[in-house]
């Protein structure tokens, strides 16, 4: 008995099938994917949080400040100065773990480092910036709504920490973090994570585009709602 074998249209129209099956379950994987990316950067950042609330308990219930010059000379570009010590390196000691100050959806990884006087520098573009402009040196007694104001966020890429900014989040580059931003992350499903002074965290959608007071007031104190 002869068999007969597919028809070109048979093929065909098995491809095409083929073709929207994986048009359909792609985009679903990959939201999968990036969702499973988002918790983990999440974990990330509430670590962070932690870290700092841990500072606090050695340093007179101080957050640590932005970034600190170790002597004399160089530039304020925070990332590429060998005298300056960051954010993230007064709270590494608590945390040793350099890896979590990468988000899992970063493509690139964490260059530099190095020693400063007794710390270890965690080196430069990280995943995450901190909220140094009004968290500098402030102490925890001092903020009245420590659930409200953001101490760390999403925002990457190397910044020049200019003190007269300091309105403004240390690590830009992605879209300035400015008052009452955070660098929209588009890796994850169209938000972005944060943490907050009371070391709770959460993802906020579309957390870029919020703009007026309510966004001011993650930062700092110049509507007196959080401070």
């Known amino acids: 008995m002869h068999r007969r074998g ?13 073709a929207i099956l994986a048009a359909i379950l792609f ?11 988002q918790t983990s950067c999440l974990s990330n950042i509430k670590q962070l949080a932690l870290g700092y609330q841990m500072y606090t308990q050695d340093y007179d219930e101080k957050f640590p400040i932005g970034w600190y010059p170790i002597d004399v000379g160089g530039s304020w570009d925070v990332w590429q100065n060998p005298r300056m010590v960051k954010f993230g390196d007064a709270i590494q000691p608590y945390l040793k773990n350099q890896q979590i100050y990468l988000c899992p959806s970063m ?17 430069r573009s990280w995943s995450y910036g901190y909220n140094c402009g009004w968290l500098w040196s402030r102490r925890i007694a001092q903020i009245r709504m420590p659930a409200q104001i953001a101490i760390t966020c999403e925002s990457w890429g190397d910044w020049r920490a200019n003190p007269t900014n300091s309105g403004n989040g240390c690590n830009g580059g992605q879209g300035d973090v400015g008052r009452g931003q955070a660098a929209e992350a588009d890796g994850h499903n169209g938000g972005v994570n944060l943490a907050f002074c009371d070391g709770h965290g959460k993802w906020e959608k579309g957390m870029k585009a919020l703009g007026g007071t309510a966004a001011r007031n993650r930062w700092d104190s110049d509507t007196n709602t959080a401070y």
Do not use: S, W
């Not at 597919?6 to 083929?18: H, R």
């Open 6 to 18: 597919f028809t070109l249209i048979e093929l065909l129209v098995v491809i095409a099938i083929i």
């Open 27 to 37: 985009p679903v994987f990959a939201r999968a994917r990036e969702k499973a990316r």
């Open 107 to 123: 493509e690139f990884t964490i260059a530099g480092g190095g020693n400063v006087g007794d710390l270890t520098r965690v080196g």
